[in-house]
């Protein structure tokens, strides 16, 4: 009988482990005999390896109920010597403790059939559930070779415990190929979710068809497991906030052939398959991986083409707004026949007509922090300040956002003749100074640098620039240069473009040229 509470789960395996041998292979010695300590107070009978060359020597000299191993150890990691051990006994119970760090080495963990992770760092009612469910699956086998003799009743009952332990098993598979999926979206945190309204939007139009719950619900797991190939997608393509060129776009093209590859290997996902593979595939035959059209496409992966092509609608974009769900169904139905199936889009248009999306669905960042990360990309690597195309990004933005209000534009001037004068490290380090100087009288505020020498100032609120701030500046006095300075408004017309503000500034020079 399964059992919630740790202390439970405690008291059961003090009752049940007395006849229970572990084999625990670990080469860092700390982790190692706390590990043994732990153990021990509830197994009579543990035997210690430091590393898998060693764990399967103790195997071959006698067999153990339980084995629980480290991955990365020297001599012979831990999935060769489980690998071996399977071979010995392929009913063999096997325990993994690994890190996040190590989901290269979950595909090949559940190929050999392992039974539970226990995820680093180790505690306690962690390491308790995980013996529970091991230990109760080898009582229950027990119990079934002891009473299958006997009575019938009893064998059939042990069977079907048998049989959910199974379906637990296929259920943790599942999950830790959705633990997978939410590594990819803690990395790309502007598509978090997008698996799931993929899978939520793929089953009401399974349903709107007419498809039974069992087909719903294989469309629905496929849809979460739909991306699972961008685990392999480089940071650098899978996080870049604006547009991706050519070959970035080939890289992300990729996701399909790694989830169709990584699931190929797991007999249970065979009826997904493909479904995964053909979600990128277009009606009219101008998709990818395959390149195929029609009824050439799998008929349920055709529902979900649907489906992630109106989630990506309506979802923020860093270049393009959100469309409005009416504004997506009109886009799908203008699609007919072209990326989508024209006998799937009537029921789609129907299914997906009444959609609440949440306001917050955005690929722009929502947090502080996320702003850093999704800067990360778009600073001036010599002064630390945003550049020019995350200008670009936050101008946009705010032509749907309305956030800011107010933009101030400070040049330098004579400083192609500092850096003749003086060298361009020279220069960089004077833009360095500039830029810290700005950061002091202005933290909290947007800063960049574009154009070289061209500083811009990015506000919620209006404020009054102090034109002592740069008429005083020692820096600027020292090196004989100087500067001027520009307000803009944009309170009232928030949709103003980085090419019509470097007009502005352009425009400013001019006058400042006819002035002088």
Excluded at 68 to 87: A, S, V, W
Excluded at 429 to 439: C, I, P, Q, R
């Amino acid at each position: 009988m399964s059992v919630d509470s740790t202390s439970e789960q405690l008291k059961f395996l003090h009752a049940e482990a007395s006849n229970i041998s572990v084999l625990y292979v670990e080469d860092d010695t700390l982790l190692r005999t706390e590990v043994e300590h732990y153990l021990k107070k509830i197994f009579p009978n543990v035997t210690l390896s430091s590393d898998g060359k060693e764990g399967l020597a103790n195997y071959h000299a006698r067999p153990f109920d339980i084995v629980i191993t480290d991955i990365q150890m020297p001599h012979m990691n831990g999935l060769e010597m489980l690998h071996r051990i399977k071979e010995i006994n392929p009913l063999q119970e096997m325990i993994i403790i690994s890190a996040y760090t190590e989901s290269e080495y979950f595909m090949e963990a559940i190929r050999l059939g392992i039974d539970a992770y226990i995820l680093k760092p180790i505690n306690h009612p962690q390491i308790i559930q995980v013996l529970y469910k091991v230990v109760s699956k080898i009582v229950q086998l027990r119990e079934n070779n002891a009473y299958r003799t006997h009575l019938e009743a009893l064998v059939d009952l042990k069977v079907k415990e048998y049989k959910d332990l199974e379906s637990e098993k296929i259920v943790y598979y599942e999950k830790t190929l959705i633990g997978l999926i939410k590594m990819i979206e803690r990395r790309d945190s502007y598509t978090a979710g997008h698996s799931h309204r993929v899978a939520d939007y793929s089953r009401r139009i399974a349903q709107e068809m007419g498809y039974d719950s069992s087909q719903c619900d294989l469309l629905y797991r496929a849809g979460i497991l739909h991306d699972i190939g961008k685990i392999a997608t480089p940071d650098t393509v899978l996080l870049k906030p604006g547009k991706l060129d050519e070959i970035e776009r080939e890289l992300i093209k990729e996701h399909v052939t790694v989830g169709i590859e990584m699931l190929g290997e797991i007999p249970i996902f065979d009826s997904m398959i493909p479904i995964i593979r053909d979600h990128h595939e277009s009606y009219d035959g101008s998709g990818y991986p395959r390149g195929v059209g029609g009824d050439q496409i799998d008929p349920f992966a055709r529902i979900m083409i649907i489906a992630d092509a109106f989630d990506a609608m309506t979802t923020n974009r860093i270049y393009k707004p959100r469309k409005s769900v009416l504004e997506a169904i009109q886009e799908v139905e203008s699609l007919s026949g072209i990326q989508f199936d024209p006998t799937v889009v009537p029921f789609a248009l129907r299914a997906l007509a009444h959609i609440e999306v949440a306001e917050q669905i955005s690929q722009l960042p929502h947090s502080s922090l996320e702003e850093e990360r999704f800067a990360y990309f778009y600073k001036d690597a010599i002064t630390g300040l945003y550049n020019h195309n995350y200008l670009d990004v936050v101008l946009l933005k705010n032509s749907y956002t309305y956030t800011y209000r107010c933009i101030h534009v400070i040049s330098l001037h004579r400083f192609s003749e500092f850096n003749d004068e003086y060298g361009w490290e020279s220069g960089n380090a004077l833009l360095h100074s500039v830029a810290e100087m700005l950061h002091d009288h202005f933290n909290g505020l947007l800063l960049f640098r574009i154009h070289a020498n061209d500083f811009i100032i990015v506000s919620q609120n209006h404020f009054e620039f102090e034109e002592k701030l740069y008429a005083s500046s020692e820096i600027l006095l020292k090196n004989h240069l100087t500067c001027t300075h520009f307000h803009l408004d944009i309170s009232k017309n928030h949709k103003i473009t980085l090419a019509e503000l470097e007009q502005r500034m352009r425009d400013e020079r001019y006058k400042r040229h006819n002035n002088s």
